[in-house]
Every structure is written in C-alpha cells, then in structure tokens.
C-alpha cells in the first residue's frame, strides 16, 4: 500500500498532484477516496502517527492514546468544547474513536433562522443533501429501521438489520414506553450482518478504543482502503504548516509542510477537524488575504459549537449487562426534535436519547466517573453494584450557533512556528435551559423504568462543529456549498467545521454526505476550480 | 510479602507479558504495577514524599491503591512521552507534560495536612485522610496552593480506579466480561 512517512516528502516536493488532502480523519478519507477513484492523483498528509488495526487495542487506557497529542490548543470559555477529548491525532483522525451513531440531520435544521429567527440557515436544504445521505448509507452500511423511526427524514430505508436491544437497553425502554415515548433502534454504522465483506460486530463495548475486526465505519475500514486501493498516497507525521497560493492571492498551489517542504498540487481539500482548519487559514495570512485564507467577511473561526451531553443513569436491581453493545448505545428517542417543545422552559432547539450506552468500568464515560462524588470504601460498594445493575442514556443537546464562540490564533507558537490556536466556547442561554429540559426528561425516564436510584451528571462537550462555516457570501461565511473557500476557487473545506447549525444529531453521517457531494461537484468542475 | 526482583526475573513469560519497563542487569523487564509495587522497583519522575502522598491519598479514595501499583503506575507514565499517555489527565485540558500538576497537587495535599494536623497526608490516620479526600473532592481545603483541588481529587481518583478496575484483572474481579479484539499486552494484576 503507498503509505509514507515524513521521510519521503523530499521526494514528494518534485512531485505535481491532481489534489493534496489535509487530514485523513472522516472527511478527509471519504473525499480522498472519491477523487481518487475519479482518477485524481491524490495525496493525503496526516499529521499524527501511523495507525493500523493492530494498534486497535481493546482497552480504555491504550485508547486515550488516540486522542489528540498535536500542538497544545487553549480550550476556553464558560463551556470549553473538551478538543483533546473530541479530537483525534494520527491516521483515522477523530473518527478512529467516533461511536458510529449516525443519525441525519432534519429538514429544519438547514433553514432554522428562516424558520425560527435563531441561528443560521444553510445555503441548501435536506432535500439536497438526501441522496448523498441515501448513497453513503448504501456503501458504509448503517443498522436500523426506518419504519420505526417516526421521525426520520424522507430517505432510503437502511441496508441493514437493527442493532438488537440488550438488558440495559430493554429496561430503559420500559421507561419511555410507561410515560407514553416512542423509541426506535439506534442508527449505527455498524455491522450487524457480514456486510460487503465486513464481519458482523460482536457487541463488545470497543468502539471508543477502534474496532480493529471492520465493524464499524471507521476511515480504516472503508474509505482510506479505498483511496489507496485507487492510487492515493498517504503520509503520516507530516503536519501542514501553512496554505502557499500563487503570486496574485488568487489560487492555491500548494502546502508547506513542516515549515520545510512544499508539495503542489491543483487543488487543495483542509479536512483537518474544526481548530485545525481555521488555524491553517488564519496561519496562512498573505499581504493580499491580510486577516487569513477565506477570512475577507472576519467569518474564519466563528460559530465554532458543540453538543452538551445531558447525562442520565440509573441503577437497577435486575442484571443490565451494561457491558453489553455499542458504545453509542441502542435505542433512539427523537420526541424532542421540534426545535420549540421546551419553549416554555426557556430552551429552544433539537434534542435526541441515545439509550443504553455500553460502558466500561473505568475512563471519562464509564461506570466510576459517573459517581464522581464518592471515595473510600464507597465507591468499591458502588463499582461492584452497577457492575451489574447500571444504565445510562444521553441527550445530545443542540447548541445554538454563536458569533463570538471562535477560535483565534494566539502569540505563542508551536514547535514549527505556527501559532497554536485558542477556542472559546460559551453557551448560549436557550441551549443551556434544553440541556436542563433534557435532564428533567431522563430522570423521569428512569424513574418510571424502575430503576432504584436517578442521577444525571455534568454538561460534558460531544462533537465540535462550525468555525469555518458554508454561507452563500463572504460576509455570513468561510465557503459556499460546495466547501469552495469563497475567494480561493481551488481551496475546499471539508468536515464539520462547515456546519452552520449543529442539530441535535451526531455529525458524521452528514459530514460523510458532505464529502461526498463535494467531491461528486469537485470532479464535474475540476476546470472550473 | 515483597518479592525479589531476581524472583522476578526468573518467572520468564510471565513478566514478559507485563506492562512497566526498568532497566535491569543490562537488559529490560516488564512488570504490572502491583508486581513493580512488590520489588520495591526505583522510580523514576515521583520522589520518596510524593510517593508517601500517593499512597495515602490512593488508600483514602480506593483502598488497595498502594498494592495495586498506584504510584508505580503513575511514576511509568510521567515518565515516558506525553503521546505515549494513558492518563485520564489528558483529557481535562491540562497542557502536556502533566507532572508539574501531579507534584504540585501532592504538595498542596501535605502542606494542608501539616496546617490542619501537623502532619504529613502519608501520617494522617484513616479518618483523617478521607476527611482530607473530602474536603479535596469539594474543592474547599484549607491551605491548599496548587491546581484546582477538585480537579487533582478528580485525576487522582481515576488513575486508582484505572489500575484498579480498568483491567483485565480489574474487569474479573467485577465479574465484568472483558471480551477484548485485541487483549492488552498485560492482565495488570
């Protein structure tokens, strides 16, 4: 397989390819992929190590070696967006411990300022993007059933059965279905039939540590194999420094990496996650471009979001296998879709369940940190009951898009001289009073379910979107629809960095749509870029 | 009752499979933290007071800490590359390299132990010590000067419950299936 490391940039810098991806997370392999297949001379840079699925080690410890250990970023504001947590470093990206729960994105969430007066709009709408979720839902394979997903998007139904409902998920069930809610199993990009060559998943628990056996979607598994397969090179330990366009400001034609190559190519794909994205277009300030790559509007960086987790667990007497899944769980609940069901409440926007979460003993979302509070022989009492006894769902809270939630560039710099960035992330009020909606839903949930004991934990950070979003001008945004950065034809955005909303919905089956509808655009205009 | 590190040595396979790697009569050996525990293994990043600091405070927020390898555990891993981290500490937006925090946090922890009781945390009787893990998991702890006191509770208290429940080991001993892909290269007990 053409897979390199920074040793072989020098030999690369007299090379001319048809496309340079920055970044090999779930956007960057998806568009790289594509192109390539399309007969584009395509290269990969990744800044972080190589990874294999042999170093997919399933364990909550040798995980966390995942997460990102590129230059420091200041993670800052009343509601910090958790980078190192969300972010992934090395080959994969953050997708090597995403937990393939791929949900679309609903019609009201691409017009909602129109619809509402709040947040932004997209520059299209659902019906635009469904066929790319339909095409890319076909080939990664997605678990569930449309039929009992009431509040589903039009689309196709999906190529696979349901993910089956374990003792966990079937005792929170009891509780949505006692207080009248409907529930629907949890959409996953995970096997569960030998799918296109893909072994079924085996219901472990692993996800956040990589799936080593291709269940689930992870880059390894389907798009950066066939990248390679179709003549793509990637290149590990190689970080972009910096974006070179040509003497006029008006097109890119290339990247520096590492302060000390320069690869060319004729078109040039950022899908480095969210900071990363906005640090390179702020980095790359010309004479021309004073203030930054596709900053001329002062858009870069801003409307950076989130989703806040509203935590609800509960502790049973029967066995709940918690052990037992996947860790983005295995049932869905949407009722809190309508941006205004809280309104009375204060809240406003989208909110989904993900129930029954499988959990491990230990780490950040396990068992222990739940009950952050006890110590002491307590907590030795706690660990062996809801070893057994356990449940937990999770609300994935829109968040409101904001201006002044940005990331910025700082004086201090990193070890190849580009500053290291600074994202500060505040919540907005409405988000706050949904996420607080939320937690009164799920104690209520697991209540009525029959658990012993009901707790909610803190608002933790899932998912980063925004920060270079898609608009239809300069003045309200980084790129069009296309990704197309708006004064550099032949420099694209790709990934959840050009959300302009976030949903209520995890983001890496829109972003796969995303890349997809780029790319499929990118090959009928290659000219015209 | 300790083990020699030669007895160590001479269990071949066994320690081979372990994850702590010393030095040791001109080669290497690989040892779980409770086994480096046992041999009294050197440290290499925590001095003696800190190591007496961890291990009081590992037996007040979960007892068995020390044997378990606690301080062994954390030495190993503030002692090699921040990339190479397995600790929780990663996450919680504290800037790589994190022994400042850990050393600090520990310091903070016996200078408010001396001005409470007049002792060191390592010499504070049992009620005592988890009264200390109280007022830390609160963040109100007189005397205290170093990172948030709630966060260092909150650090500490994870790597004690990743040496001791998040493990292959740790897993059995809660009746929890492991049911690994691909296993740790170390049961860790």
Redesign the interface.
């Known amino acids: 397989m053409p897979l390199k490391t920074a040793a072989a940039l020098p030999g690369l810098r007299l090379e001319k390819f048809d496309a340079i991806i920055v970044g090999s997370g779930a956007a960057g392999s998806a568009v790289a992929a594509r192109l390539a297949e399309g007969g584009k001379r395509v290269v990969i840079l990744e800044a972080g190590p190589a990874r294999t699925a042999?170093d997919?080690?399933?364990?909550?410890?040798?995980a966390?070696?995942m997460?990102w250990?590129g230059p420091?970023v200041l993670?800052e504001g009343r509601n910090?967006v958790?980078f190192?947590?969300n972010a992934g470093f090395g080959t994969g990206g953050s997708a090597m411990h995403h937990y393939a729960v791929w949900p679309r994105m609903h019609a009201e969430d691409f017009d909602m300022r129109s619809r509402h007066d709040r947040g932004l709009d997209w520059p299209f709408g659902y019906e635009e993007l469904r066929p790319y979720y339909d095409q890319v839902q076909q080939e990664v394979g997605i678990a569930g059933d449309a039929r009992q997903e009431v509040w589903r998007p039009a689309g196709a139904p999906y190529p696979m059965p349901a993910v089956p409902v374990f003792a966990q998920g079937a005792a929170i069930a009891r509780g949505f279905k006692h207080l009248g809610k409907t529930i629907a199993p949890l959409p996953l990009a995970v096997t569960t039939t030998n799918y296109q060559g893909r072994a079924k998943c085996?219901w472990?628990?692993?996800c956040d540590s990589g799936?080593?056996?291709g269940a689930l979607a992870n880059p390894l598994t389907i798009h950066l194999p066939r990248a390679l397969a179709a003549g793509a090179t990637l290149v590990n330990n190689a970080p972009v420094t910096r974006v070179v366009l040509n003497s006029a400001g008006t097109h890119a034609v290339g990247v520096e990496v590492a302060q000390h190559h320069t690869l060319h190519a004729d078109v040039i794909v950022l899908a480095a996650f969210t900071v990363e994205n906005s640090r390179l277009l702020l980095a790359s300030a010309t004479s021309g471009h004073s203030r930054g790559l596709g900053n001329a509007g002062d858009q870069v960086g801003r409307y950076v979001m989130t989703h806040a987790a509203g935590l609800v667990y509960g502790l049973f007497d029967e066995d709940t296998q918690p052990?037992m899944g996947a860790s983005g769980g295995q049932l869905l609940n949407q009722d809190s879709y309508d941006k205004t069901t809280h309104r009375a409440s204060g809240g406003f926007g989208s909110y989904q369940w993900m129930i029954a979460q499988a959990v491990?003993?230990?780490?950040?979302l396990?068992i222990?940190?739940t009950r952050?509070?006890l110590?002491?022989?307590e907590?030795?009492t706690f660990?062996?009951r809801a070893?057994?006894g356990f449940a937990g769902m999770t609300a994935v809270i829109e968040d409101l898009p904001l201006a002044s939630n940005r990331i910025t560039l700082t004086s201090r710099k990193d070890d190849n001289g580009v500053p290291i960035a600074r994202v500060v992330h505040d919540t907005d009020p409405q988000s706050v009073a949904l996420w607080k909606a939320s937690l009164a839903e799920g104690k209520a949930v697991m209540s009525a379910a029959g658990a012993r004991e009901v707790w909610t934990g803190p608002a933790g950070s899932m998912h980063i979107m925004g920060g270079t979003i898609m608009g239809t001008h300069p003045g309200n945004s980084v790129t069009n629809g296309y990704g197309q950065v708006h004064d550099i034809p032949n420099l694209l955005l790709a990934g959840p960095g050009l959300f302009p909303t976030s949903g209520g919905v995890n983001p890496t089956f829109t972003v796969h749509a995303l890349a997809a509808r780029t790319a499929q655009w990118l090959l009928g205009n290659w000219r015209s870029v | 009752m300790r083990q020699s590190r030669r007895d160590l040595i001479g269990r071949g396979a066994a320690i081979a499979t372990g994850l702590l790697t010393y030095a040791f009569d001109g080669g290497r050996i690989a040892l779980t933290p409770a086994e480096a525990h046992a041999a009294g293994m050197p440290y290499r990043t925590l001095d003696e007071p800190a190591v007496r600091c961890v291990n009081a405070l590992g037996e007040a927020l979960l007892p068995g800490s020390t044997a378990a390898g606690l301080a062994e555990y954390l030495d190993h891993q503030l002692s090699g590359p921040p990339a190479d981290s397995m600790l929780m500490i990663k996450y919680l937006r504290v800037p790589a390299p994190f022994t400042d925090f850990y050393l600090s946090g520990l310091r903070a922890a016996d200078a408010s132990a001396r001005m409470q009781h007049g002792k060191a945390v390592a010499e504070l009787d049992p009620a005592a010590a988890a009264h200390l893990a109280g007022q830390m998991s609160a963040g109100q702890i007189p005397g205290w000067t170093g990172p948030p006191a709630a966060a260092f509770f909150f650090v500490l208290r994870s790597d004690a419950i990743d040496v001791a429940y998040g493990t292959q080991t740790g897993f059995q001993k809660l009746g929890v299936p492991y049911m690994a892909h691909i296993a740790p290269p170390t049961r860790w007990g």
Do not use: Q
């Open positions: 042999a997919l080690v399933s364990s909550t410890l040798y966390r070696r997460k250990t420091e993670d910090p958790d190192v947590f085996l472990d628990g692993w799936c080593p056996i052990y491990k003993p230990n780490d950040l396990g222990s940190t952050a509070d110590f002491g022989p907590l030795h660990m062996k070893a057994r």
